[in-house]
């Protein structure tokens, strides 16, 4: 199984060049729509991911001398995903090849000549380190959270799918039309400071309200609705903003590089906030709870420390760009492929 795991994550991070790919082909003022669009359609799976699926875990049918647990059905529901991915990428994705080849790598081989390559851009680093804080304010509760829920709370998968399919439905049909309609035009640090800020309110509120105003530390079906639609609604802002945000600071014939390094700094940043939130639960319910009981709702406590490290960086990174420090280079140099006739774009001019 363990080797399973390490060959999922190894091809999950040659895939991340999905990211590229979208922001190489799409001009930089079409990013915030394009990006609410894919939220649109990811809400979409995550409602019939969450109620139709993930709620069937535990139902066995029998029928015919066959059976068939819920469990499978994920896993062959999961397998089915990938496959239209790949027969969409077969069937209607092609690449153009570059007109000139690509600059020599100066850094050597092997190991450290990967790693010297990915991190020898130093108009880069600005874009690592806001990625480096943006793993910080992601931090969640992980597989915490489904014991929370199951374990802690007592409430069913069912239950859990219900709660994701009212916070979808508001998503789907409200939420994320409406930031995509209202904020296309809008700064994208703007746009991706609000949702951070507000973000860490509601996180702030929904820990207290729990743990302070209800005696049993067990917020209802409804109570979890609404606080989760709250995070959910205000974190779509720097959802939809984060990737346009990123790339609009990356030059365009370093997008591969960049996305490279992205993938190690959140692989290692994440290493640290996931280990570090396990460690943390125990050590608290060490405190306060008898030998073999967790409070993993005290991973919260873990997150929002997590959160203002990662609002830190960010306060950081605007005043650079606000300085002039940090300048949008994939902006002000990206180049249409094609014009509007379909013929090729020079490179010395920008297509309207």
Known sequence: MGV???????????????????MEIIPPEQRVASSAIGAWFFQG??????????????DVVNAVGFTLSGETLIYWWGATCLFLCVIVLLLFVRERKPEAPAEPVTSGGGFTGAMTELFAQKSLWPVYLLVFGTVFLGTGLGNFDALLIFDQ????????????FVGGMMNLFIIIPLIGFFTSKMDRLKMFSIGIVGSIIAKIAYYIFVQFFL????????QMIIFGQLQSAIGQFSGIAIMPLLFDYIPRDKMGTAQAGFNVVRNVTRLITLNGLGLWVTLYSSWFLPVGKYDYFSGYIFIIFMDFIGLGILIYFALKVRSGAIKPLGRTGFHPVEDANGAEASPTRTTP
């Open 4 to 22: 399973l795991i390490v060959l999922w994550l190894i091809f999950w991070d040659v895939g991340a060049t999905y990211d590229t790919l979208m």
């Open 45 to 58: 799976i995550v409602l019939l991911s969450g109620v139709v699926i993930s709620g069937r875990f535990d």
């Open 153 to 164: 709370w007592g409430y069913s998968k069912q239950d859990m799918g219900t709660n994701m």
């Open 215 to 222: 005696p049993d530390q067990r917020p209802s079906i409804a």
